[in-house]
């Protein structure tokens, strides 16, 4: 399958963690690298490779993943983190690239 | 510092072909390892990859727009071009181009998107 599938919406408190998830087969060979959306903007890379942020990501992201599924963590949310956030790999073949549907992040 | 953007039309009429033009600085295509890749997304839907090319000429598309998709570059005006023929009101999209290194599975620096919208 060439599908990543992730959840809808989630919410979470301020200040609190929130783990945001990604399913997809091709997960098991490539590792997800993370995007993030607010209303308007291009996206943004957050987090790449096994568990690397670029340069200006506050390090309250990381990375992890395990069998099929890759999952993204902001630990002590705040409000400037609400957006939306897609997954993405390369397909099973290497040679494509997918998203998944996205996980609109509302931080309460 | 690396920069993109993208360039076109802001309506086309179905069954028209789209050409967008990405135009960028800070890096060469002709550049070892360099890649630029074209990525849009719907109005408040995801995003949804659409093709790619290296600094070797080598290029990739999805293979469910392959047929309606050519990339091409012309490293001597730091320029990419996507066409995408037979338009569609589902092709409607913000369109972004973006860069990429062969060796990572990322795109790392996004153009700011340029709005198409398909209608008669």
């Known amino acids: 399958s060439s599908e990543l599938t992730q959840d809808p919406a989630v919410s979470v408190a301020l200040g609190q963690t929130v783990r945001i998830t990604c399913q997809g087969d091709s997960l098991r060979n490539y590792y997800a690298t993370w995007y993030q959306q607010k209303p308007g903007q291009a996206p943004i890379f957050v987090i790449y490779?096994?568990?690397n942020r670029p340069s200006g990501i506050p390090d309250r992201f990381s990375g992890s993943n395990s069998g099929n599924t890759a999952s993204l963590t902001i630990t002590g949310a705040q409000a400037e983190d609400e957006a939306d956030y897609y997954c993405s790999s390369r397909d099973n073949s290497g040679n494509h690239w997918v998203f998944g549907g996205g996980t609109k992040l509302t931080v309460l | 510092q690396i920069t993109l953007k993208e360039s076109g039309p802001t309506l086309v009429k179905p069954t028209q072909t789209l050409t967008l033009t990405c135009t960028f600085s800070?890096?060469?295509?002709?550049?070892?390892?360099?890649?630029v890749g074209w990525i849009r997304q719907p109005p408040g839907k995801a995003l949804e990859w659409l093709a790619l090319i290296y600094w070797d000429d080598d290029k990739r598309y999805s293979p469910s727009l392959k047929s309606r998709l050519t990339i091409t570059k012309d490293t001597s005006k730091n320029q990419v071009v996507l066409t995408m023929t037979n338009m569609n009101p589902v092709d409607t999209a913000t369109y972004y181009c973006?860069?990429?290194?062969?060796?990572?599975?990322?795109?790392?620096?996004w153009g700011q998107g340029t709005l198409v919208t398909v209608s008669s």
């Open positions: 973006a860069h990429s290194v062969a060796v990572q599975d990322w795109f790392d620096t």
């Open positions: 800070g890096f060469s295509l002709s550049t070892s390892g360099v890649a």
């Open positions: 490779g096994k568990n």
